[in-house]
């Protein structure tokens, strides 16, 4: 019989090495490879964004839950999307400040939540749990949330999936809506994997924080509260430069109108920098934000109980080490090291795009809300939520103040520790350049235009026979036209503050505002403000300006409703006998799963590691796990090849 001396040894050193290639695969991530995603089914189909998609919504006394629509209550309906089914499913308006304006308006085209898994925990849409119908309110170009959605995925931002559907409701049309994918678990689940981290929804209980918040908000009532303390600074300190009060005189009313220190057309005067009238450089800085301390995601302590707006607003199961772990990544940060507190390249790619769009309304701006943050082993990053009032219309008619908002210190943030996930980027130089040079990655590959012209051409005939929206069909167009016009205009700013030429900061443009561009051209009013109305209601309208942000009128005469926009689909009346009620699972199997973003690419979009259709995290993890396989199999087979208590393979026992 033959065998090896050293047959113990050998055996030893691949059972070791197994040992040592499962612990690398296990810890992975430290490594630099990333947690795997999940292709869930649903990307492919109802966020394929070639087209408009259909959903009707079936239900017993519509009239009456409109009524109710303020509770925000689930109430029960069926739901067909693209002629696919599915009954017993939870509705419910959604919405914060939105949600009142819109009864204040007359309306009843409120955004809605569907939930699938309401009334049946195995329930989905292609594995979809949740799905949140945007009403456009404040968007005459219908396109601020669609836009800054497909620019943060295609910079690698792990962002909602989105598009465009066109509603009815029992058979008769209700208007053109954005669908929006809910952030919560088969969103985790999609840019996690199943074993993801934490997920938290930061918000004041005042203003927004759960169902209801933000209701009673005035905003008046708080553009007066002349000197008021805020809790700015990260100790509750009173406010410090660049976070004003209103300056004497000041008329609440002209948020919405033009803002104080503009010519009549926008053009700012020769010696007027933003940051001069309103702080931070644009009116979102005027006070320093409204938001506490831990929603401005300050480090106060080691307890769980200072920091009720996050730890209450978790969408997922928290424990004990959780909250540890989140507290500790707020101290780090707060101390200034940044690598171990932060996914570092999630936050640039999160912040360029989030800055480059110049939202107020939003965690930078005054309300200092509108976002999710997500924790995983003891690292931060943001995920965008909310851009209805992106591109500066939050701010009403500062158009030279949004366009050459500076892109270090944007709206609110000053750079004191007040808004901490964002003032470490001007913390050091290194970290200055290495967002910049983030910022002209996304500029040399947004393609901003052709994405809109896309959008346009896709929904225009939609918005024609949009029954209840809130604009005219003029004014859609005047809108999309505005919006084109804004982003030329910032990404000519945003380009001159990388190179140097315009000043990068609030303090930079305050000494020296010669270089801004010019936005003469440009009415930021145009693709609807803060404030701003129309008609949304079944063939109502107001008078013009009556709300600010566009001149109101009247709804167009109706067409009849029998005109269908060329490629959609017609929903049914009700649900036919050959529809069978998706009960669970998938409906139709699995479908298309075609990783990357829905509806193929655009100029300059990338599919990031980490994300359907990334090969970074599934190439590094299949590695390591063809080479644990390899060696354990190795072994194995050395093993039992030279055991000299065995046979041989192949040969008899002699």
Not at 64 to 90: H, Q, R
Not at 283 to 288: A, L, R
Not at 408 to 418: A, I, Q, R, Y
């Amino acid at each position: 019989m033959s065998t090896h001396r050293q047959i113990d040894r050998i055996c030893a050193a691949a059972a070791a090495l197994s040992l040592l290639l499962a612990l690398l695969f296990l810890n992975g991530e430290a490594l630099g490879v990333q947690p795997a995603s999940q292709t869930m089914g649903y990307e492919a189909k109802l966020f394929d964004t070639s087209r408009v998609h259909t959903v009707e919504i079936i239900m017993d006394g519509w009239e009456e839950f409109i009524d109710t629509c303020e509770s925000e209550e689930y109430s029960p309906c069926s739901v067909v999307i693209d002629n696919e089914a599915y009954k017993n499913v939870g509705i419910r308006a959604k919405g914060n400040t939105s949600l009142s304006t819109v009864s204040q308006l007359g309306s009843d085209r409120y955004s809605f939540k569907i939930e699938f898994d309401q009334y049946d925990s195995g329930k989905t849409y292609y594995g979809l749990d949740k799905l949140c119908l945007n009403n456009l309110i404040q968007d005459n170009t219908m396109m601020k949330d669609y836009l800054t959605y497909r620019l943060m995925a295609s910079f690698g931002v792990n962002a909602p999936l989105c598009n465009y559907v066109y509603v009815t409701v029992n058979g008769e049309d209700w208007g053109l809506y954005v669908a929006v994918e809910g952030v919560e678990d088969a969103f985790l689940q999609r840019n996690y994997g199943r074993d993801h981290g934490q997920l938290y929804k930061p918000d004041s209980m005042s203003f927004g924080g759960g169902r209801g918040n933000g209701r009673d908000f005035d905003m008046e009532d708080f553009m007066n509260r002349d000197g008021e303390s805020q809790d700015n600074g990260p100790s509750g300190s009173p406010q410090t430069e660049g976070q004003r009060t209103p300056p004497e005189g000041f008329d609440p009313s002209s948020f919405g109108a033009q803002a104080p220190g503009t010519g009549d057309e926008g053009t700012p005067p020769e010696d007027f920098a933003p940051s001069q009238t309103f702080g931070g450089g644009g009116f979102g800085g005027m006070f320093g934000g409204m938001g506490s301390g831990d929603v401005k995601l300050q480090y106060t302590d080691d307890d769980p109980d200072s920091y009720p707006n996050i730890f209450d607003s978790a969408k997922t199961d928290v424990s004990a080490a959780d909250q540890t772990r989140l507290i500790q990544a707020l101290k780090a940060l707060g101390e200034g090291d940044v690598e171990s507190a932060l996914d570092v390249d999630q936050v640039l790619r999160y912040l360029v795009v989030h800055n480059f769009v110049v939202n107020g309304d939003s965690y930078t701006g005054m309300m200092v809300h509108n976002y999710y943050l997500y924790e995983e082993d003891g690292r931060l990053s943001m995920l965008p939520w909310d851009y209805n009032l992106a591109f500066g219309t939050f701010q009403g008619n500062d158009a030279a103040g949004a366009v050459n908002d500076p892109i270090d210190t944007p709206l609110s943030v000053t750079g004191n520790g007040d808004r901490p996930m964002a003032d470490w980027v001007c913390s050091s130089e290194e970290y200055t350049a290495l967002y910049h040079r983030y910022f002209q990655e996304f500029l040399d590959g947004a393609g901003c235009a052709a994405l809109i012209d896309e959008a346009y051409a896709l929904i225009a005939p939609y918005v024609e026979r949009d029954p209840t929206k809130f604009c005219t069909y003029e004014e859609f167009e005047t809108g999309v036209e505005a919006l084109k016009t804004f982003c030329a205009l910032r990404t000519q700013s945003v380009e001159g503050q990388l190179a140097g030429a315009i000043p990068s900061t609030s303090v930079g443009q305050s000494a020296d505002g010669s270089a801004l561009v010019d936005a003469s051209s440009l009415s930021l009013s145009d693709m609807g403000t803060m404030g701003g109305g129309g008609p949304g209601g079944r063939g109502e309208g107001f008078p013009a300006g009556l709300f600010g942000g566009g001149d109101g009128g009247t709804q167009p005469e109706e067409d009849g409703g029998d005109r269908q926009p060329s490629g959609s689909m017609t929903p049914p009346d009700g649900l036919p006998d050959n529809m069978d009620d998706t009960q669970g699972g998938f409906p139709g199997g699995m479908g298309d799963t075609q990783g990357g973003f829905p509806g193929g690419t655009f100029q300059g979009e990338r599919v990031p590691s980490g994300t359907p259709g990334g090969d970074g995290a599934q190439t590094g993890t299949a590695l390591l796990l063809a080479a644990s396989a390899l060696v354990l199999l190795a072994g194995l087979w050395i093993a039992f090849r030279f055991n000299p208590s065995g046979p041989r393979p192949g040969r008899p026992r002699r």
